[in-house]
């Protein structure tokens, strides 16, 4: 994809988030993963020239369920950015137009470039594309869907495969997952991460947040709904949409 090519899409795409409305994937040819991963970054600029800070990574489709539920066949990544930020407890941003929450577990990297904090975590993601229909490149173009990041208590870093989580609406249970749905553990996907950044010009760096990928497939969130991660029956972190 030539760059002006890639601009301008990525122009298209920011624009459809701004102004809340949703697009179709027919006809847009993002079968070159190379190519959307250059509308991404072209996307990542618009934003941050706003003023946003990149933060950290997201990890997309790390896990079977993840990619049985959005038909993709392989994981990519995404930036977090600073504007991202949801409180605990705290509220689904207004302006997003489809969202959907997954449990996930976060990592704090530290000055060895190693995890130095682990975290529960609900990602909130929100495709500008039409009813999440869309191809692995699409999906990859549009930030890997990234819109959103609540960050829980901390979480024992030993065990992290075999920790449960149990995904509640408005108290009812709708989904459970493990820690090893991760690439068969969190850390594992952290490394495919470390690895496949500097193919994108990037790298880890000591103080990036990262999101391991959902844990469970993702879960709508309607006008009024609460949703809970609990991890390991004991930690839970909140999400509202009003």
């Known amino acids: 994809m030539r760059p002006d090519h890639a601009r301008a899409l990525a122009a298209e795409i920011d624009s459809a988030h701004l102004e809340r409305r949703l697009l179709d994937v027919d006809g847009r040819d993002l079968s070159d993963l190379e190519a959307a991963y250059a509308v991404q970054r072209e996307l990542t600029a618009l934003r941050t020239a706003r003023g946003a800070r990149r933060?950290?990574?997201?990890?997309?489709?790390?896990?079977?369920?993840?990619r049985e539920q959005m038909r993709v066949d392989a994981p990519n990544l995404g930036p977090l950015l600073d504007s991202m930020l949801v409180p605990d407890g705290g509220d689904v941003p207004a302006h997003l137009v489809q969202p959907r929450v997954e449990p996930e577990i976060a990592v704090w990297i530290g000055a060895d470039g190693g995890p130095a904090e682990v975290?529960?975590?609900?990602?909130?993601?929100?495709?500008?594309?039409?009813?999440?229909?869309?191809?692995?490149?699409?999906?990859?173009?549009?930030?890997?869907?990234?819109?959103?990041?609540?960050?829980?208590?901390?979480?024992?870093?030993?065990?992290?495969?075999?920790?449960?989580?149990?995904?509640?609406?408005?108290?009812?249970?709708?989904?459970?997952?493990?820690?090893?749905?991760?690439?068969?553990?969190?850390?594992?996907?952290?490394?495919?991460?470390?690895?496949?950044?500097?193919?994108?010009?990037?790298?880890l760096r000591p103080g990036d947040l990262v999101?391991?990928?959902?844990?469970?497939?993702?879960?709508?969130?309607?006008?009024?709904?609460?949703?809970?991660?609990?991890?390991?029956?004991?930690?839970?972190v909140r999400l509202r949409r009003p």
């Open 55 to 66: 933060i950290g990574w997201k990890l997309g489709y790390t896990s079977a369920a993840m």
């Open 119 to 203: 975290r529960a975590a609900l990602e909130i993601v929100d495709s500008v594309w039409q009813d999440y229909r869309f191809t692995l490149g699409a999906n990859t173009a549009d930030g890997s869907s990234a819109a959103g990041v609540v960050l829980g208590p901390p979480l024992p870093v030993e065990g992290l495969d075999a920790l449960t989580v149990q995904v509640r609406r408005n108290g009812e249970p709708v989904g459970q997952g493990a820690g090893a749905a991760a690439m068969g553990h969190p850390f594992t996907a952290l490394r495919w991460l470390a690895d496949e950044l500097p193919r994108r010009g990037e790298q």
């Open 211 to 236: 999101i391991t990928g959902g844990l469970t497939a993702a879960v709508s969130i309607e006008p009024g709904d609460e949703v809970e991660a609990v991890f390991g029956d004991v930690t839970a």
